[in-house]
């Protein structure tokens, strides 16, 4: 089994900033894909920014120039830094991990104010 564990949600101003971080633990032998999802009130899950094991990243439009991800893959975490925040930023940020099979986070919300 894999748990992952995010952090660094909260409250804050639009143009403000906030980093993510999420940890997997459990029975890993190699993990894949990690990435970011986020899902706004009344909204499907959508993807925000995956990374490959290999550094390979692939981001929302919404997003681009914004967000950056990146992973430590010794550690198994991946972390979103997300600066220029936007209102319709707001959301369930989740954490997703591909270990063979695919693994969600608890979610950590980030709201957005104008």
């Known amino acids: 089994q894999v748990q992952l564990v995010e952090s660094g949600g909260g409250l804050v101003q639009a143009g403000g900033s906030l980093r993510l971080s999420c940890a997997a633990s459990?029975?890993?032998?190699?993990?894949?894909?990690m990435g970011w999802y986020r899902q706004a009130p009344g909204k499907q899950r959508d993807m925000v920014a995956t990374?490959?094991?290999?550094?390979?990243?692939n981001y929302a439009d919404s997003v681009k120039g914004r967000f950056t991800i990146s992973r430590d893959n010794a550690k198994n975490t991946v972390y979103l830094q997300m600066n220029s925040l936007k209102p319709e930023d707001t959301a369930v940020y989740y954490c997703?991990?591909?270990?063979?099979?695919?693994?969600w986070g608890q979610g950590t919300q980030v709201t957005v104010s104008s």
């Open positions: 459990g029975s890993i032998f190699r993990v894949n894909v």
């Open positions: 997703y991990a591909e270990v063979g099979n695919d693994y």
């Open positions: 990374m490959s094991r290999g550094g390979t990243t």
